[in-house]
């Protein structure tokens, strides 16, 4: 049990199980809070040791059911020993919260039974443990709603708790201060001492037990009813966590109604009866079912914390992005949790992949921040019920540092990365929306005034050869001549920077104008009909351009370029005859194609193309 | 010869309605866009339209798709387009849907009104008008086991020349050669080439600039 209870590992590697035993468990936990924080553990498991031995002191007529049999006094000391053992390990392990101190209360109340009945024992001891016991039934109200924050939340279940108290208090006050055991009719465990009697009232006594008794059995039903409705509206990540030990608290409340309703009916309590015999051990199974359930608490948080621990551990095998997230997903036994990165250059949450995420928790979630340095680092989403049990930002933020850190480093690269491919996407749209600019500029500007100035020198010319001037006429003629030749000059050269028919008609009518022009035959097989998108089809007729380009380098005389059109790119494989070597000098292409998503693969004659189109 | 005139470059515009005048023909109303040049083809039914490829919203082909359906409503205007553009796709889209009556210019020849204005009487009198650098270009493409080294000299100028969309009457009084060895050739070359069309369509520009491109 005390396995739960591991040092607090500040480099991050997982820490050794050997630290077993009781005392370095209370080492552990004490930092400068710690002795202020196991001390309530030491006195209860000092009190269950002298309980044992009280219960092992046999007395002739038995005082307390634990005296009646063996079995009886084992079943007894093992519910309140485990309940304190248990509490104790759950109080310790870096548990928030006073589950663990309940835990404990009850196993202490539980055994005060049999110091009531420890008959040559202290008449102080005795008359203690008859105002302690009652405070069984206050306690388990406040563990079963408490559990597994440690707080009440809501006014009815703190009410609940604060009526069970009171209510407890002042009949155990009454009972000390007015009960004569000697004139109770029904004593059986007790029938001669109580240290604090002030003045015997043997009646008011009758009657205030008899309310008690209602009390217990209607708090008892109230306290069953609400665990098994807690537990029916909980998530299943939350009924997960709830189930061991609000399920056995229903239990425990629902033998203590048993209980009071045997004592109602008949109130002459006499543990040689078999119903309440058989009442007795229902009602010590209860506890021992909680006290394991509460340990099961402890062992699975540390489970948790282990399995997160042991990711940090297995990093050098680089688990894939998200293993944090599953890791802990699957340990806490929440589906829906996940986990963000913070960075700070861009200020935004990532997830493992480095997409931006926003931060929407679900109505039953809960966002744990885990910081480090004071800075954010990253944050859990997960369902609320985790929040208490787990020490969600410790244990994170402790074992697995370095699965966090290695996670929000990879985010951090991963967004960074699609940051900057977003970013070559944006390099080449601009070239090409240059390009294409620049074509129109020529077509609208340059080439729109050389013909204007070739039909100026025509009329010109004319007007020399009307005028008899031959030599003018002449010069002239050169002139237009000239001029046509820097318009066809100057209309390759637009061609050259982007084809208009390109953006007008599409990549066909594009690469059959190349293809005319093209200094090798060139065969176009399965070449798609429909547009795709600009830069796309902008790449595409790059990457056929300049595969075809670099075939002629080799020799060849040859092109076959197939495309194979897909869902969501297009594939082209170009193979030439060439035989020529020839430096792999598709470099800038490579990188245009790659910048869309997009790879370019040289091997000999052949060139594959990959252009995503979606 | 009645013709309208649609161009968004006045400059270039102005240039080709003066060329006209001076050779004689009767420009009867000027277009800057597509819209305008629908309009003016209503109004006149003039006998032949030169449009420019490129014009107002998008300046991308707006000029053809206008073209396309001038033929498409009125089979009695004829269309010349004009174009920077040496894109024989162009020119075969134009041809695509009627053959006859449409031409495709490179712009920097309608300043010789000597070729604008054989090229509007052409697609005045039903030929098909393709521009002979973009055929000259389709003559140079690669080709696997070129087709074109089987035809002789004089056949290769007779392609040609049918690829520009001359009807046989013009080649033989182009190359001074009666009109009947003009069909024989025709026929030879279309056999040896193995286009699929009657060497006597409209169509047959359409056949031979495909057979060039594929």
Redesign the interface.
Known sequence: MSEAIVADDHDGAATAPGQNDAAAAVAAASGPLGVGRSLPFLLALGFAGVSVAVVAHVTEAPRSYAATSTSAAIVDLAAGLGLIVAGAAYGLARQRGSVGLLSAMIGVAWLSVDWIGWDDGPAIARSVAMIVAPFLLPLVVHLSVAFPTGRVSGRLARSLVAVAYGATASVSLAWALLRDPFFDRNCWSNCTVNSFLVRAEPDAVRSLTVLWLYFSLATGVVVATTCVERLSRASHAARRILTPVVGPAALVAATQALYAALLVADPAENPDRGVFTAAFFARAAALVALAAGITWAVRSAERTRRSVARLADELGAAPPPGSLRAALARSLGDDRLDVAYWLSGPRAYVDASGQQVALSPGPTQAVTPIERNGQPVAVVIHDRSLEARHDLEREIGAASRLAVDNERLRAQGLAQLSDLRASRVRVVETADDTRRQLE?NL??GA??RL??L??EL??AEADARAAGDTRLAGVLTEACERA?TA?VEL?DLA?GIFP??L???GL??AL??F????????ELVDLPDERLPHHAETAVYLAVTAAVEHAARRSA??VVAAFKPADSELAVELVDDGTGDSPDDLIHIRDRVGALGGRLDVDGSRVQVVIPCG | MRVVVADD?M??RE?IV??LDEAGVDVVAQAADADGLLREVTRWTPDVAVVDI?MPPT???EGLVAAQRIRDERPDVAVLVLS???????AM?LLDRHPEKVGYLL??RV??AAVLVDALRRVCDGETVVDPTIVS??F?????DDPLATLSHREHEVLGLVAEGLSNRAIADRLHVAGRTVEAHVTQIFLKLGVDTSPDSHRRVLAVLSFL?R
């Open positions: 129109r077509h609208d080439q729109q013909l204007a070739s039909y025509q009329l046509g318009l209309r061609h208009a028919i953006t007008e008609a066909g009518p059959a104008t293809v005319d022009m093209a200094p090798l035959r060139v005389s040859r | 470059a400059l270039t240039g003066h060329v490129k300046h991308t082909d920077q553009y040496l894109e024989p796709s162009y889209r712009k920097e300043f010789a270009r389709l140079r493409r690669r080709r696997d491109r």
